[in-house]
Nanobody
Framework: QVQLVESGGGSVQAGGSLRLSCVVS????????MGWFRQAPGKEREGVAR????????VYADSVKGRFTISQDNANNTVYLEMNSLKPEDAAMYYC?????????????????????WGQGTRVTVSS
């Protein structure tokens, strides 16, 4: 099973930036999709960014489009989430997740059930 270790969370003021890192134990068919999810207290977990590791296709939630960037460093088995122009509503526990393709044509999704490995989470706090 793929193992994931996240780091990089912290506290910033609104407008600030953070970069989250997720070290992936191995790139396999089970980690063809790498996603970043977040969950704020009292809210459901939501996908914010994902990347199809085999072709680099990236998808973002509308709420973070233009501010967050997901990237992968294959040499270091690491997936990053660069977060800029942070807002108080971005505050949450952020999770890295790995999953297989739903299908070759569908690719990756933001469905939590499509991801079979999860990191321990890293907290992001944004003060106004």
């Amino acid at each position: 099973q793929v193992q994931l270790v996240e780091s990089g969370g912290g506290s910033v003021q609104a407008g600030g930036s953070l970069r989250l890192s997720c070290v992936v134990s191995a790139y396999t068919a089970s980690s063809a999709c790498m996603g970043w999810f977040r969950q704020a207290p009292g809210k459901e977990r939501e996908g914010v960014a994902r990347i199809r590791t085999t072709n680099g296709i990236k998808v973002y939630a509308d709420s973070v489009k233009g501010r967050f960037t997901i990237s992968q460093d294959n040499a270091n088995n690491t997936v990053y989430l660069e977060m800029n122009s942070l807002k108080p509503e971005d505050a949450a526990m952020y999770y890295c997740a790995a999953g297989a393709l739903r299908s070759f044509w569908t690719g990756c999704t933001f469905l939590s059930s499509d991801y079979n490995a999860w990191g321990q989470g890293t907290r992001v706090t944004v003060s106004s």
